[in-house]
């Protein structure tokens, strides 16, 4: 890669890391995880820069690499020994809501690697079925079923049965 | 984990995750859980911290990755070799073991179907992730024998986004070798998308692997008599492309060549041996199960002059009501005629099952693109024929005979009782005739004559409406 292009290429590294990261966070599970997955995706985009035309497509790119990335058999960490107890955002209450979340955090830890980061990609991302079919290569099909299997296994989690919040269908009063 | 408590509990609110979902797409009724999981993924993201140097390692880490990788870029064909691990034989002890040992080197003859000849050369280097493949494949194959394996082919291809791959020898002791390809999509264990007893003789192992989107490529690992690996679409324009394997250190020719389409078949390797000898293989994939009926015939003509097969196979598909990715064509004769119409006739499948049809697809028409669908084809076919129609400003279809290959001249009579007059062949295309028609023929008839032109012998002799048959009626 000439300078120029190294520069490019770092500025854009600067500017979109954090936001990465916390993909990659939501992928991974734990922070160790993230920051190694992240470097990765990195370490092929920075490969692939010069064959890269659309560079409006960079982040499309990189959550393509990431998510490939974990979803691949050779990381074959198992997921539920790494999950991190992130502590919520400063400030905030840790009552109620908070451990619905972290229950909600620890259920989706134990979801296979490629329906959680299905559920990333929808819930977190706010990608369209057709966009995450795109990524995950895989049909449309494939990712209503798979997003609709780990939801079904959420709600089916043990600690989240018993929260009514958790289940009830919209509209009906909590 | 965590659990909630019941005691503490207060009402969950959205307003402390603040989020507008009405820019959603795909969803139209939201649940709280929904709600929750959005709430939850963006509140445990936002309370992470940068990284304080997010550049630091990535160029030091691509340096490794790039190491990895054996890069081939060659022009013409979208190709790319990836890196290699020197081939290793490893040893699984038993079946069903998650912990296989390695065997230091040379420590089990290979089956006489191996394509590695000789392991005398081979390295002790851990193959790492071919403990998964290998495992994978003994739970497949149970026995008492030691598992042993030769890992070909370990690497990542150069496509948008990466692969990774292997292509192993696997055997139980005293077993045959069987030809083992692997794609990384699993989230707990590889995906063979080859096991198969390798072939005796056969000089190369090949697999197809599935990317994103339409991405498909051809791996492949071939024996070091091979100099050379060319990859033949099957759809006619293959004349000769640019290599698309490289030596790698272990005497492999390894590579990778990316399939021009979904639905060409069949595709084919084509390996020139250092002798000279020239074999060819088949590309190999699950629906390499062909229909009884499928004509063995070349595909003539240009298929970059065509029209895009894909949506061909969706009309076909959706002519049965289903899914295009099931559907395979294999075209017979494509070309463009002179007036802008773009025509592919040729026969279409679903994967795995027995009976292929006849079918078409024009487009640049003043009618919009068409699709055709016809009978099964009769298996013993000595001739095939369809009639392109609505060129802009033509008066008369096209009828594109194709006989079988190396058959004679072609004559044809328009109608039932005039004589019959030779048609000249399309040069190169081994017999093809296209025939002006009008489109109110009704008698018009067809003559083709055996590869010696002997008119008391032809192939076919008859009516052109016997050759035209849709789903339903001839003509």
Redesign the interface.
């Known amino acids: 890669m000439d300078e120029p292009g190294r520069e490019a290429f ?1 500025a854009y ?2 500017a979109r ?2 936001a990465h ?3 990659a ?2 992928l991974s599970g734990n ?1 160790a995880d ?2 190694d997955l ?3 995706a ?3 985009t ?3 820069w010069d ?2 035309r659309d560079r409006e497509s960079l982040d499309g ?1 990189v959550r ?2 990431l998510v ?1 990335t974990q ?4 990381r ?1 960490k198992k997921p539920e020994a790494l999950y991190d ?5 400063p400030g ?1 209450d840790a ?12 259920a ?1 830890a134990q979801l ?3 329906q959680r980061a299905m ?2 990609l ?3 991302e ?1 990608l ?3 966009d995450i079919a ?4 895989v ?1 449309v099909g494939t990712v209503k079923s798979t997003t609709s299997r780990a ?1 079904a296994k ?2 089916d989690d043990d ?1 989240l049965r ?2 009514p ?6 509209g009906v009063p ?1 | ?6 005691t ?6 959205l307003l ?1 995750f603040p989020h507008d979902c009405s ?5 139209p ?6 709600d ?13 911290t ?2 304080p140097d ?2 630091a ?3 030091s ?2 340096r ?3 190491r990895r ?1 054996g890069v081939a870029s060659v022009a013409g064909a979208a190709l790319a070799v990836a890196a290699i691990a020197v081939a290793v034989p490893s040893l699984l002890p038993g079946s069903g073991s998650r912990s296989p040992q390695i065997a230091s080197s040379g420590t089990s003859a290979l089956p006489p179907n191996a394509l590695r000849q000789s392991i005398d050369d081979v390295g002790t280097t851990d193959p790492g ?1 071919a403990r ?1 493949v290998v495992a994978t494949w003994a739970a497949r194959h149970p026995g008492d024998g030691q598992v042993y394996s030769l890992t070909l082919v370990d690497g990542t291809s150069q496509s ?3 692969l ?1 791959f292997m292509v192993l020898e696997i055997w139980r002791a005293g077993g045959p070798a069987y030809a083992v390809v692997a794609q ?7 995906t063979l998308v080859r096991d198969t007893v390798l072939d005796s003789g056969a000089a190369l192992i090949n697999g197809v692997v ?4 339409s ?1 498909s490529l051809v791996d492949s690992a071939a024996a070091g008599r091979v100099a050379r690996v060319e990859y033949d679409p099957g759809d006619g324009s293959y004349r000769a492309t640019p290599p698309t394997a490289r030596p790698q250190t272990n005497g492999v020719l390894a590579g990778v060549a990316s399939r021009t389409g979904p639905g060409y078949a069949p595709d084919a390797l084509v390996a020139i041996h250092k002798d000279g000898r020239v074999s060819r293989e088949d590309v190999w994939t699950e629906s390499t199960v062909r229909p009884k009926n499928l004509l063995d015939w070349p595909a003539r003509g240009a298929a970059s002059l065509g029209p895009d097969p894909r949506q061909l196979l969706a009309d076909f598909a959706k002519s049965f009501n289903r899914n295009a ?1 099931q559907a395979q064509y294999r075209a017979l004769f494509s070309g463009r005629s002179p007036g802008g119409l773009r025509y592919t006739f040729g026969q279409a499948w679903f994967s795995g099952e027995d009976t292929a049809y006849a079918v078409s697809y024009t487009t640049g028409g003043t009618n919009g693109p068409a699709f055709f669908l016809g009978k099964p084809t009769d298996p013993s076919a000595t001739v095939v024929a369809y009639a392109i129609c609505c060129a802009p400003g033509a008066t008369t279809d096209t009828l594109v005979v194709i006989p079988q290959p190396r058959t004679g001249q072609v004559l044809y009579s328009p109608d039932a009782t005039g004589s019959f007059d030779p048609k000249e062949s399309l040069q190169g295309d081994d017999g093809v005739v296209l025939i002006d028609r009008d489109p109110r023929a009704m008698n018009d008839r067809l003559t083709v004559l055996d590869g010696n032109g002997d008119l008391d012998k032809p192939t076919y002799q008859g009516p052109v409406g016997a050759l035209l048959c849709g789903a339903t009626e001839c003509g």
Request: net charge positive; proline share 7%; glycine share 4%.
């Open positions: 770092r590294v600067v890391s954090s990261l916390r993909t966070f939501l922070r993230a920051e992240l470097q990765t990195l370490a092929k920075y490969l692939a064959r890269i790119y393509r690499v490939n979803t691949s058999f050779w074959r107890e992130v502590p919520d955002r905030r009552s109620a809501d908070s451990d619905l979340h972290a229950t909600l955090w620890a989706l296979p690697t490629k559920v990333v929808r819930y977190y706010d369209t079925e057709a795109t990524i995950m290569g049909s939801l959420l709600r600690s018993d929260d919040r958790a289940v009830l269908p919209a909590s | 984990m965590t659990t909630p408590s019941a503490t509990r207060a009402p969950f609110s402390e820019h959603l797409r795909g969803s009724t939201m649940s709280p859980l929904d929750q999981l959005r709430a939850t993924l963006h509140g445990r993201a936002t309370a992470l940068p990284a997010p550049f390692g990535i160029e880490r691509a490794r990755l790039r990788r992730s998964q948008t986004p990466p990774t990384d999509t699993d989230t707990t264990r590889p599935r990317g994103v989107g991405v990715d």
